[in-house]
């Protein structure tokens, strides 16, 4: 496994797009700890699995909401959070202390792309070079995981 390799939760209840994304991943070198439909099982895998990164649809099946998930993380656990979503725009998203947003419809390679900027961002506390399209960088909700690098 390359020591880029991260683990990663997935919260996405639409069965192709999480198996493409699991795949996608594992392809690339990085674990998936889990796959859930519901923001209570996200919440309940984090907790056992304590991923390094999560990937979030914000809505899931049963109702529940990845913006749930992505506070609960976040605030609880220190877990940071990417949404691959349609339903919310940059500006909403980057309010709810997300690390980033990859809006659908994307590619495997911009999942990739994010996941592999975050993870670099989340080790070195360095922004890459570039910058990252998908990822907000910095701003006030990376500093506590800065922080914790540093």
């Known amino acids: 496994m390359p020591t880029r390799a991260a683990k990663i939760l997935i919260a996405e209840d639409q ?19 889990g796959v859930v439909a ?6 309940a895998l984090a907790r056992i699995h304590r991923p390094d990164l999560a990937l979030l649809d914000v809505h899931l099946a049963r109702g529940s909401d990845g913006r749930d998930i992505a506070h609960v993380l976040r605030a609880e656990l220190g877990i940071p959070s990417i949404l691959l979503t349609a339903q919310v725009g940059r500006e909403e998203a980057r309010g709810l202390e997300v690390l980033g947003l ?22 070195t506390g360095r922004v890459p070079a570039g910058g990252s399209p998908h990822l907000f960088l910095p701003t006030a909700a990376t500093r506590p995981l800065r922080e914790q690098v540093a």
């Not at 069965?15 to 070198?29: M, P, R, T």
């Not at 519901?38 to 919440?43: F, Q």
């Open 15 to 33: 069965a192709l797009i999480a198996l493409s994304l699991s795949q996608g991943l594992a392809f690339d070198g990085h674990l998936v700890c």
């Open 102 to 123: 990859v809006p659908k419809p994307y590619g495997i390679e911009d999942v990739l792309r994010a996941v592999e900027d975050a993870v670099a961002f989340v080790r």
């Open 38 to 43: 519901t923001a209570e099982d996200g919440i």
